[in-house]
Every structure is written in C-alpha cells, then in structure tokens.
C-alpha cells in the first residue's frame, strides 16, 4: 500500500513537472511577434499622469505641478557660491581651480581624485568611456550621435574648472544634468579625476 502511494505519488509529480515544461517551452516561441502582449492588469501601462504645465481638476488650486512643501530646505544649504555654483562671486566668470575647502573636506586631492574616479565610472563612463575619449559602451552600442567630445580636446583642456562643474550641474545639449543626482562635493571631485584623466593622456 505504501508502495503504490509513493508510486503513485512520484508519477504526479512527474506530470506535473512535464506539464511545466511544456508550459515553457510553448512561451519560447524563438522568434518576435508584432501582436501586442497580453496582460490582464494594465494598470502598470495605462497609468493617469499629468502633462507639465497642465490644468488640474485634483488639486484645489488647479495646477499639477505642486509648490515646494512648506519649510522645506535644501539638502545642500549654507555653501559658499564658488563651491556651490563653480561662478566668481561678482559672477564675472568661472572659479579657476576646485575651492580649497572641498578638497580639504576630502583629506587631500589624493582621496578627492580616488572619489572622483569611483564616481566618473558610475554617471561619466557609459558615455565618455574609461579614458575620456566620448566612446563609451553607450555610445558604441547605440551609435548616439553626435558622441561626447573628447576630454582631450585643447578647448576642454583650457576651461576653468568651474566651468567644468557647471555643465555636470546643469548638463549640455544631449547630456543631461546630474545636479539633483550627485551631490556638489562628489561633482568637484569628478572635475579633479577628469584633470587628472587629461594629465595621463597629455602629450
């Protein structure tokens, strides 16, 4: 009796192994489909969302973008300009170097390049590849143009470093701004390893 429930038992579970099989298998059918996917829940693709800048018939005052909350503070508050902007502080131009103060928070240039070099490869490499030449996987891969200029470029190599930190800030032109993503003392040290980036390079 025991036997024939074990055996019993055995042969179910090798059907129902067989049928999972088959379930995959069918659900590999090696090739693309043009017919749309079927999903019983669609809340994940037809989400309600508001355009910028469109009326709100939700919020009382009628708008969807949504003022900053009351007593709200800036994650970064107190900087000084030069460090926070990367601009002169009679706003006549960029800072010439990485301010002092940002390189002494890091213990010394050495560990603010070290930290530069960590962040360089996580936001600037896909993009503006291990040597800063603008041919990074993203770039190879996708054939985006036009491609990053390379940080090699005599241009690049003369601008201040202010300048530098600005367009991390702010982005430009296809390259997006990492303002809101890095915060202000991992940018200057990204503009210190990408220095050091065109010292290994320079001829």
């Known amino acids: 009796m025991l036997r024939r429930t074990l055996h019993q038992r055995r042969r179910s579970a090798a059907a129902l192994q067989g049928s999972f099989l088959l379930l995959a298998m069918l659900g590999c059918r090696g090739q693309t489909s043009s017919s749309p996917p079927i999903v019983p829940l669609r809340n994940m693709f037809d989400q309600d969302r508001y355009n910028a800048q469109a009326e709100s018939h939700f919020f009382a005052d009628g708008r969807t973008m949504r003022p900053t909350v009351a007593d709200t503070v800036p994650r970064e508050r107190n900087l000084d300009p030069q460090i926070a902007q990367g601009r002169l502080p009679d706003d006549s131009g960029y800072v010439p170097e990485v301010p ?40 190879k891969k996708s054939g985006w143009q036009p491609a990053p200029p390379s940080f090699h470029q005599d241009r690049l190599r003369q601008i201040p470093d202010g300048q530098l930190f600005a367009t991390i800030t702010h982005g430009v032109r296809i390259m997006p701004s990492y303002g809101s993503r890095i915060p202000i003392a991992d940018r200057w040290a990204i503009v210190s390893y990408v220095r050091a980036l065109q010292l290994s390079q320079g001829e």
Do not use: W
């Open 100 to 139: 002092k103060p940002v390189v002494e928070s890091f213990g010394g240039a050495q560990a603010m390049m070290e930290r530069g070099h960590e962040r360089y490869n996580v936001y600037c490499r896909p993009c503006h590849d291990g040597t800063g030449n603008g041919q990074g996987t993203v770039i």
